[in-house]
């Protein structure tokens, strides 16, 4: 992602308000990483995007309260329940008239997602429609692998992603930092997947989709989702510098996800399992320095 002007002094901050998959998590043994379905924050400097709507959005909402810009750019990865059904739940900016909440979605052949938002928020499925909600929606369609550029300036590049029905992934730079998110992808074969792999390459972060264990991948092979040993394959043949697994299975225990992130970390040191309202930042660099990492980043995989 890229943007003009004095925000180019700030750095880039990511933050997760959501990380668990298809269904939410509850219960003693799901406190550490969390309960809420797919939402991330991330700040380009002041410039703020939100990445999908799952539960997780309803606390994003409730913590920023008043201090969300008039203008949200929801950029979602595609439509399944998981990554919208907190929509309706984002406080305050859905009850706040002042407020435009601008989603972008890649996986339908270029139309946007009001058609399929529509019918999903609509009786008998949910009480109302999002046009009765105060703040206004604006729908914009795109097809992934189209860079989306934004009116003050920002660019944020996309990537199709292998999952039933479509998915997109995002790549943000700025500052000369850059973090990507590919979430609900299934990996393929042979790995990596070239495209995504020069999508990922130097990149200081990727999250991705680590929903099941190896040994839990032949029975689910053709649900679209992958696991943590294909993201480090991923972010070592890239020169990626960190990698964090979302998408959690919601079976998946504290306990569990712990040994796993600490199989993981011997892998590949600085990989984490993500956790709700865990926060990253990288601090901005000069554009001549970041090359440089990047370069030396790549060789040493190569």
């Not at 309803?58 to 059904?85: E, I, M, T, W």
């Not at 299934?186 to 099941?212: K, N």
């Not at 892998?267 to 990047?294: K, L, N, W, Y």
Request: glycine content about 12%; charged content about 20%; proline content about 7%.
């Amino acid at each position: 992602m890229t943007t003009r002007g004095p925000l180019m002094e700030a750095g880039l901050t990511l933050r997760f308000w959501g990380v668990r998959g298809s269904t939410c998590a509850s219960g003693p043994e799901f406190v550490e990483f969390g309960g809420h379905t797919p939402c991330v924050e991330v700040r380009c400097g002041e410039r703020l995007f939100v990445i999908d709507a799952g539960t997780g959005i309803n606390a994003f909402g409730a913590h920023h309260r008043d201090r969300l810009p008039q203008r949200v750019d929801l950029l979602l990865s595609h439509l399944h329940l998981d990554h919208v059904g907190g929509l309706p739940f984002m406080k305050p900016a859905v009850l706040d008239p002042s407020r435009e909440i601008h989603t972008w979605c890649g996986n339908l052949d270029g139309a946007s997602a009001a058609e399929p938002l529509g019918r999903l928020f609509s009786p008998p499925l949910f009480p109302i429609t999002l046009d009765v909600l105060p703040a206004r929606f604006v729908h914009h369609g795109f097809k992934a692998g189209e860079s989306l550029t934004f009116p003050d300036g920002a660019v944020v590049d996309t990537i199709p992603l292998e999952h039933p029905q479509g998915a997109t992934g995002y790549r943000f730079r700025h500052g000369g930092r850059s973090a990507c998110y590919i979430s609900d992808l299934e990996h393929s074969e042979p790995w990596p997947d070239p495209a995504l792999l020069d999508f990922v390459r130097g990149t200081d972060l990727v999250i991705y989709d680590g929903m099941f264990t190896q040994g839990e991948y032949p029975a689910c092979r053709g649900w679209g989702h992958s696991t943590w040993q294909k993201g480090v394959e991923l972010c070592r043949a890239g020169g990626v510098g960190r990698l964090a697994i979302v998408h959690l299975y919601p079976q998946h225990t504290d306990a569990l996800l712990r040994d796993l992130e600490g199989q993981m970390q011997a892998d590949m040191p600085g990989a984490f399992v993500a956790r709700e309202r865990q926060e990253i930042t990288f601090a901005a660099v000069a554009a001549e320095s970041s090359r440089r990492r990047r370069v030396a980043r790549v060789a040493a995989v190569a």
